[in-house]
């Protein structure tokens, strides 16, 4: 993503600064927060493994992955590193986990939010596309690009999140929805997940934009940004 905004180096070096910043936030805190929550849930839920693994905490380095998480810089895709958690610690098992894995795409809805509420209050502006602004920003337009970048990232980590396929967090969210005899079924896809998400991801590159995942993700992103930020076609 950085790549994307390279030009803006030469053209807007300060927006440029931001757009950075507001990437490596949604990083530290969507990701690193992410990561938490699906510890803290489990925890609450009587599984002491994240707590064991030292992953109830919010210190990045204890999330961080090398290679998942500094590719969503570059590429716009990426992970952190996973928790480890057992299910069977709690007394409904299948529940448990629909509730641990949803923990993390809700924590970023709850930073999207938390980063719209200056925007939905017009306190600053917000911000869409910074290559088709004008120059002379302000501090304040600056501020809103800020608000605005970090709302986008962390909803598209959720909604990317929520996808019904392994290893994300949505396919242990539909396990835990669907019937046993099903979810049974369904489990037996976990050993081609990876390899189905990584299609998805590159479907884009091989399809000049036919097949790709944002036509699933951004209605509902879209849905998501008018909430947010109460008025219709606010960013995009």
Request: proline share 10%.
């Amino acid at each position: 993503m950085i790549l994307r905004d390279l030009p803006l180096l030469f053209t807007a070096p300060t927006v440029f600064a931001i757009l950075v910043a507001a990437f490596v936030v949604s990083i530290m805190v969507g990701l690193i927060f992410h990561e938490f929550c699906h510890a803290w849930v489990a925890n609450r839920l009587g599984d002491p493994t994240p707590r064991l693994m030292g992953r109830l905490t919010l210190n990045p380095l204890a999330h961080y992955d090398p290679i998942g998480t500094t590719m969503i810089l570059f590429a716009g895709f990426g992970w952190a590193k996973p928790v480890p958690v057992n299910p069977n610690y709690a007394k409904n098992p299948k529940q448990a986990m629909l509730l641990i894995a949803f923990a993390g795409p809700a924590s970023n809805l709850v930073v999207a939010a938390v980063a719209g509420i200056p925007l939905r209050f017009g306190w600053v502006p917000i911000s869409g596309n910074p290559a088709i602004w004008a120059a002379n920003w302000t501090v304040v337009d600056l501020v809103g690009l800020f608000l605005s970048t970090v709302l986008v990232l962390n909803v598209f980590l959720a909604l990317f999140n929520l996808l019904p396929l392994p290893p994300l967090d949505g396919s242990k969210v539909l396990m835990g929805l669907l019937p046993d005899r099903l979810a049974e079924q369904y489990q037996r896809l976990e050993p081609w997940g990876p390899g189905l998400l990584m299609l998805l991801i590159l479907a884009p590159f091989v399809t000049n934009g036919a097949v790709s995942v944002m036509i699933v993700i951004r209605p509902l992103a879209n849905f998501l940004f008018d909430l947010f930020l109460g008025t219709p076609g606010g960013l995009f």
